[in-house]
């Protein structure tokens, strides 16, 4: 079943949106715009993104927002409309910011290395 993605278009955030397209198109899956939503970056997006998919009526399994706040406010706003989380809709954050481990389900995160990403940086600088 297809994973729809609510995204914002951030500088930092079209690396994340090309790493969606990658992973997909790796596992032969194509992009398709209609399961993507810009979101704003805040709970609301998440919200505004969830409802967008489910007004449109399509069908998929799983959300993934390209930061934990988005995904907190669909977590919130799926909830609110009945849906059992994992088991209606599973839906993965990023960034693994402190508050995702009080959302309740308790929220899957990727979580950037960034003091590994600072370290490393330190050390290519001349």
Do not use: W
Not at 25 to 50: C, H, Q, V
């Amino acid at each position: 079943m297809p994973v729809s993605l609510v995204s914002n278009l951030k500088p930092i955030q079209k690396d994340r949106l090309a790493s969606y397209k990658r992973a997909l198109a790796e596992s032969n899956i194509p992009f398709s715009d209609t399961l993507y939503f810009e979101g704003d970056f805040k709970e609301t997006g998440g919200s505004d993104g969830l409802n967008h998919f489910l007004e449109s009526k399509q069908k998929f399994s799983a959300l993934i927002c390209a930061n934990d706040e988005m995904a907190s406010g669909a977590i919130t706003y799926a909830r609110e409309r009945g849906f059992s989380l994992p088991k209606d809709l599973s839906i993965i954050g990023f960034d693994n910011i402190i508050f995702a481990r009080h959302t309740y389900p308790k929220l899957t995160t990727i979580d950037n290395p960034v003091n590994l990403m600072g370290t490393m940086a330190a050390k290519l600088m001349p």
